[in-house]
């Protein structure tokens, strides 16, 4: 059993800066992969940034650039930093967890954290 926990959103001006946290707790495995998506009403969840557990890191090419993700292992602990935001960053933002148990591929999901950038 795993929990996360997203914390951080909120309504600010375009081009001000947001962080975003992810607390992870339960059963993880130090070979894991953390991750940040977000969901627009009406539209697909993307793919907004990723973090393995050795620090690979991988963005979106929307948020390269602007967005910086990392990890505190120690705590099981994921960031994003946000900077320049725009209108269109608007969107709930979801943490996710992927990790190998016996063998086969386990997927988490916070419950998202609303993030409004206003013009």
């Known amino acids: 059993q795993v929990q996360l926990v997203e914390s951080g959103g909120g309504l600010v001006q375009a081009g001000g800066s947001l962080t975003l946290s992810c607390a992870a707790s339960?059963?993880?495995?130090?070979?894991?992969?953390m991750a940040w998506h977000r969901q627009a009403p009406g539209k697909q969840r993307e793919l907004v940034a990723g973090?393995?557990?050795?620090?690979?890191?991988t963005y979106a090419d929307s948020v390269k650039g602007r967005f910086t993700i990392s990890r505190a292992n120690n705590a099981n602990t994921m960031y994003l930093q946000m900077n320049s935001l725009k209108p269109e960053d608007t969107a709930v933002y979801y943490c996710?967890?992927?990790?190998?148990?016996?063998?086969?591929?386990?997927?988490?999901w916070g419950q998202g954290t609303q993030v409004t950038v206003s013009s």
């Open positions: 973090i393995t557990s050795d620090g690979i890191t």
């Open positions: 339960g059963s993880i495995f130090r070979a894991n992969t």
């Open positions: 996710r967890l992927l990790q190998l148990q016996a063998g086969s591929s386990r997927d988490y």
